[in-house]
């Protein structure tokens, strides 16, 4: 189950055979339609869904990273697109 804080509530319109649809399957999995459907929404979003950039030097850098921040970022293609 997911928890209250990490989700957004929504609301949307189905049809009633999908509804009836949604309680078949969710009765199936032994859980709730709403987790259904947000399995459901989570496997069409995956390719879209983004992830967290990497920082460079956040925790792990060289050791002189803040005194020469100009020279690491240039020799590391920073801001080229």
Do not use: W
């Amino acid at each position: 189950m997911v928890g209250l804080r990490l989700v957004k509530k929504t609301s949307i319109y189905i049809e009633a055979e999908v509804d009836v649809a949604l309680s078949r399957r969710a009765l199936e999995e032994r859980t709730t339609k709403a987790e259904v459907i947000r399995k459901a929404l989570r496997e069409a979003a995956a390719g879209s869904l983004r992830t967290k950039p990497r920082g460079r030097g956040v925790f792990a850098g060289p050791a002189d990273l803040a005194e020469n921040a100009d020279e690491h970022l240039a020799s590391s293609d920073f801001g080229d697109s």
